[in-house]
């Protein structure tokens, strides 16, 4: 019997786990939470949570398993690590990029890349620029690069003029 790994992240935040979570499942198809868990009062010492209030959240984006953590301010997020999104469309770029940019920090808007209200990075890139940018043809590849590093959120059409010079 083979075993499947799979390899969830875990987001922690300081106790609106429940409202990222609902904010990020309504985004995505295909997405749902599974599990709620609630502190109690065994630990109540350590974690200072009222009882009933949700500690962690078991959820889907996609089908991708994630898991949400009321864990109290003492760790924040940080473009460290991020969550890359592949758009097939513009509508797609548009899309995750108008939903998960609301409300989050406009200064760290760049190359694709976009800080959500709650402090988490995500990368909203069209499959189309990984192929510009993995050209052989350096030419082309590198006035792609150049275009995207004058982007905020990607323009398909704008990156494939570009490319084509």
């Known amino acids: 019997m083979q075993s ?17 979570v609902t904010f990020y499942t309504g985004i995505f198809q295909n997405s749902k939470i599974t599990k709620i868990s609630r502190y109690g009062e065994a630990g109540k010492e350590f974690h200072g949570k009222e009882p009933g209030t949700v500690m962690a959240i078991s959820f889907e984006l996609n089908g991708q398993p994630f898991s949400a953590l009321n864990g109290g301010p003492m760790f924040k997020f940080n473009e460290a690590i991020s969550f890359q999104i592949d758009c097939a469309t513009q509508e797609e770029v548009d899309h995750y990029w108008s939903r998960l ?17 709650y402090g988490v990075s995500w990368q909203i890139v069209p499959s189309v620029l990984i192929e510009m940018l993995g050209d052989a043809d350096t030419v082309k590849s590198q006035r792609a690069m150049t275009a995207m590093l004058q982007m905020k959120k990607f323009d398909i059409a704008a990156l494939k003029r570009a490319y084509a010079g």
């Open 101 to 117: 940019s609301a409300g989050g920090d406009e200064q760290a808007q760049q190359c694709g890349w976009l800080k959500d209200k």
């Open 4 to 20: 499947v790994n799979r390899i969830s992240p875990c987001l922690w935040f300081d106790d609106h786990a429940e409202e990222a």
